[in-house]
């Protein structure tokens, strides 16, 4: 049972933008903090963004201003727009939920070894 399934991903050129989703089961949205992180090639994985159960968010970096995540508790999805996309956010995007707070180091660690990831939506941006 497939319990974060990511999707919305593509190719895009530099200054587009793109909207992943990201379905995830019920027993799983309940969890204290959600949020995306992503794999460019021959790089490590690096947390993007995180929602807490209240609704606050924590950013990371220069997705800041740019990156937007968003929740809907109806359809248990999480959602993150993305506005003027760069080559260097070319990557592979994950979408992950995990019960330990605060949800700003779990999105620093970056850990796949902490909390449920879905199989990932690959992002191309070209020049």
């Known amino acids: 049972q497939v319990q974060l399934a990511e999707s919305g991903g593509g190719s895009v050129q530099t200054g587009s933008s793109l909207r992943l989703s990201c379905a995830i089961s019920?027993?799983?949205?309940?969890?204290?903090?959600l949020g995306w992180f992503r794999q460019a090639p021959g790089k490590g994985r690096e947390g993007v963004t995180s929602?807490?159960?209240?609704?606050?968010?924590s950013y990371v970096g220069s997705m800041k201003g740019r990156f937007t995540i968003s929740k809907d508790n109806a359809k248990n999805t999480l959602y993150l727009q993305m506005n003027n996309l760069k080559p260097e956010d070319t990557a592979k995007y994950y979408c992950?939920?995990?019960?330990?707070?605060?949800?700003?180091?779990?999105?620093?660690?970056?850990?796949?070894?902490?909390?449920?990831w879905g199989q990932g939506t690959q992002v191309t941006v070209s020049s």
């Open positions: 992950a939920a995990d019960n330990a707070p605060p949800c700003v180091r779990w999105l620093l660690q970056a850990d796949p070894s902490f909390g449920r």
């Open positions: 929602i807490e159960r209240d609704g606050s968010t």
């Open positions: 019920e027993s799983l949205y309940s969890r204290y903090c």
